[in-house]
């Protein structure tokens, strides 16, 4: 049976990688060693770090003036690092459209507890069930504030950012976790960009940040492993990176330049979505919560049955048809579908002709 | 050519371990995924990482009240962790007998610029370069103090702690980065232990924390992924863990156990070690730091010759003999031959028959 995984991260990674990794595996260039093996202060994995560095700033255009960090700790430590880098002495602006937003917004506020920056909610749509993009003014934004952090794609509720807001001259830091390489944005109009890599890059455990130098001030007394500068002065070297996980990004950046770069992956990817939106737009079967085809996620498309035992049901025999991890996040429930630059066409085409044949029989 | 990879870590990992992985690389347990494309949240996962935490329980003998974590960032996270979590409003003694045990005391000394908690220096060997293990008496301990701070094994100047010192009823904290599962202690003696993985677990990107849990006093404002206690209680998956690093833990479990536990490997280990240091000891054409035969490592041994050219010389021609990265850490220059569990006793006495070889021609 033909497996799809939907999972919504970590995720299906490229078969080509997978057997590139695989074959690799106990001997990398003929070194006789595993890419794990390798010290990572190695001629061989400098050259795999840089390589994934630069083949990562190629396929984002990221001007040289942005220094590229492989780190630890996912999205989620970079909720706390990017205030306590940016934002002290300082207001910080976060716009919440989803739970991972409203997280981003909390550990600004722990930080505030004890150190000097002042967190602001500029808007949020947690009275609507997070089912849209919250907007703001510009006017609301002091352009004395260190940044506005969006969440660019709401892994679990579904919506995206594809027009960047105005902030009044205010950096914009976006948390790219589940959409960096799917969908195309200008990183000029960024401060800071930060993804988990376990969505579109590569296997859990690394930690893209991607950061305009010339923000960071400088902080003496910053604990090494939460500062920017010095992990920047020691390229992602400081302490040792998580080796096997950067060489695995690196093959999957090679392979999304193969492809064509990432305007060719928006594409595929929207055509991929719009084969699952144009059916759930058709019936009244399934609904999805996102109303705004605007403000649709590509990635990560949520879609319910009127009744929660259906949805159960749902889950149950996709799962037993070969459609793995359709189950939706506890918070919106129902099915979830990710479908991220990996995941190929042909298991969206499946999904919807197993959507019709549930909603025959029900 | 056989390949001797004497890496201090990322570091030789267990062949069947990476042949069992290759082999199931791309279909894991027969679910069409790899383990990298596993959601962290689903059966097969949960599993893995459940294995792989009752397998080291069950190797280091770790009793119920002490709580196993599977983190990022490394031991130089935990350097920042451990008073963050432990040290508030407290006194956290540190002996320091190498670089590594010194950055430690560095990042509590950071932390105490903003936060209530006293670092203090209980000993150190820096006035003797570190060639000896410092020494205190326990009537300097504070019994109110948080912790002691060990160094177990100090990888880059080949030095290592086997008797435990008397902390006046202070817990210890254990940094095993270097020697865990490769010697055996008594895991009632620490308050928390913590470990890198990639020298005797695993691949970069791991990091091991055991902490006995009545030790972690409530604070709710601490960031959440640096709180052991938050972390605890989701069982290690509040954010994604680094699910195959996790894996490969749980696969060197297993190989440790299956040869017999961590009594054998320390047993085999001291064989591998005495090779190396009888050699060393027979001549003066070679110097190793380490004059306490009681303080040597079994792990990490660093000698040079008495000239640093002859010692280029010998790392470049060990290399193209296939007795890979033997060049010691710079701080200590010469050579170090870094033989945790994984490297084989072929490899050392290959490079004692090269050590007498070189020593002839110069």
Redesign the interface.
């Known amino acids: ?3 799809y ?1 939907f ?7 490229p ?1 080509e990688v ?2 590139k ?2 074959k690799e ?2 001997n990398y260039a003929n ?4 890419v ?5 202060r ?1 001629k061989l994995f400098s050259e795999i770090i840089t390589h994934a560095e630069e083949t990562l700033r190629e396929l984002m255009n990221i001007p040289d003036h942005y220094k590229i960090l492989f780190l ?6 970079q ?2 690092m990017v205030p306590l880098n940016l934002a002290l002495e300082k207001k910080a602006y976060y716009t919440i459209s989803g739970l991972f937003g409203q ?1 981003a917004y909390e ?1 600004a506020v ?2 505030s ?3 000097d920056l002042e967190p602001i909610i500029l808007s949020e749509s947690k009275g609507d069930h997070f089912t849209k993009i919250a907007q703001f003014d510009k006017c609301q934004v002091d352009p004395e504030a260190a940044y506005v952090h969006l969440t660019m794609n709401n892994t679990i509720e579904g919506s995206s950012i594809y027009e960047l807001p105005e902030t009044n001259g205010v950096p914009i830091v976006g948390d790219m976790s589940s959409n960096i390489l799917a969908v195309k944005y200008d990183i000029n109009k960024f401060g800071l960009v930060y993804a ?1 890599a ?1 969505k579109n890059i ?5 930690t893209i940040v991607i950061v305009r130098e010339d923000l960071l001030p400088h902080q003496e ?6 500062d920017y500068q010095l992990l920047i002065k020691n390229h992602s070297l ?8 950067i060489y ?1 990004a690196g093959l999957v950046f090679d392979w999304v330049k193969s492809l064509g770069g990432v305007d060719e992956m928006e594409k595929l990817n929207r055509e991929k979505a719009v084969l699952l939106y144009d059916y759930l737009d058709s019936t009244t079967f399934y609904q999805t919560p996102i109303k705004n085809k605007a403000e649709r996620s590509i990635c990560n498309i949520p879609f319910t049955t009127s009744d929660e035992s259906l949805d159960q049901l749902f889950v149950k025999q996709a799962d037993e048809s ?1 459609l ?2 359709l189950k939706g996040h506890r918070s919106v429930g129902g099915m979830r579908a990710s479908i991220y630059n990996a995941f190929p066409r042909d298991g969206v085409v499946e999904l919807v002709r197993f959507m019709k044949k549930f909603e025959k029989e029900h």
Chains 1, 2 share one sequence.
């Open positions: 049976m033909m497996i995984n999972a919504a991260g970590p995720a299906v990674l078969q997978l057997r990794a695989q595996f106990l070194s006789g060693m595993s794990m093996e390798l010290t990572h190695g630890q700790g996912g999205a989620s430590t909720f706390t997280k550990e722990k930080l507890k004890k150190l988990g376990q590569g296997p859990a455990g690394v007394m910053l604990s090494s492993m939460l400081y302490n040792t990176p998580p080796t096997f996980g695995m070969g793995k991890n």
